[in-house]
């Protein structure tokens, strides 16, 4: 076993852990959290308007 087989093999493993990514990454039953992941950072905008708006009501409250 020669270093170009070494070779050959590492790039056969790479791409076939690269193909093993993209079907992981696209397959429908990872859809739904996938969808959530991309709505977290919208998440902190809807407390800190929720705060923003609390406080606003207690300063015109006083």
Not at 17 to 24: K, M, P, R
Not at 35 to 62: I, M, V, Y
Request: no cysteine; hydrophobic share 40%.
């Amino acid at each position: 076993m020669d270093i170009n087989t070494l070779r050959g093999l590492g790039t056969i493993f790479a791409m076939v852990a690269f193909i093993g990514v993209v079907i992981w990454a696209y397959s429908s039953y990872k859809k739904k959290d996938f969808d959530e992941a991309a709505q977290l950072p919208f998440a902190d905008e809807d407390d800190t308007q929720a705060e923003e708006e609390q406080q606003d009501d207690a300063r015109s409250n006083k």
